[in-house]
Nanobody, 115 residues
Framework: QVQLVESGGGLVQAGGSLRLACVAS????????MGWFRQGLGKKRELVAV???????NYADSVKGRFTISRDNAKATVHLQMNSLKPEDTAVYYC?????????WGQGTQVTVLS
C-alpha cells in the first residue's frame, strides 16, 4: 500500500506560478513511473505530466513549455513546477503512481487561476 500526499495548490493570477509537491509513503516509488493528472469541473481527469524511474518525461500538449515535472527519489517526492498559468489550468491536481498493477492516487490539491 502506497499513500500519496499532494500540496502546493492555491489561488494565483494568470501568468503566475505554483509548485506542487507529492510525497509518497514508500521509497518503492523510486522504481515506478509517477505522474500528475488534473480534473476540471465537469471534465474528465486528464494526464498533465509523467516521469519514469529513468527520468523520461511526457507532457500534455496544453502544458508543454510551461510545466516541468521532476522527482527526488531519495525523498520519494515528485514536483510539478507550473509557470505562465492560465485560467484553463484551473483544476484539482492529482498525483499518481502504478505499482504491481495497482493504481495509487493522492487526495488532490486545488489550483485556481484567476483571469
Amino acid at each position: 500500500q502506497v499513500q500519496l500526499v499532494e500540496s502546493g495548490g492555491g489561488l494565483v493570477q494568470a501568468g503566475g506560478s505554483l509548485r506542487l509537491a507529492c510525497v509518497a509513503s514508500s521509497s518503492i516509488v523510486s522504481r515506478a513511473t509517477m505522474g500528475w493528472f488534473r480534473q476540471g469541473l465537469g471534465k474528465k481527469r486528464e494526464l498533465v505530466a509523467v516521469m519514469t524511474s529513468a527520468g523520461s518525461t511526457n507532457y500534455a500538449d496544453s502544458v508543454k513549455g510551461r510545466f516541468t515535472i521532476s522527482r527526488d527519489n531519495a525523498k520519494a517526492t515528485v514536483h510539478l513546477q507550473m509557470n505562465s498559468l492560465k485560467p484553463e489550468d484551473t483544476a484539482v491536481y492529482y498525483c499518481n503512481t502504478q505499482i504491481s498493477r495497482n493504481d495509487y492516487w493522492g487526495q488532490g490539491t486545488q489550483v485556481t487561476v484567476l483571469s
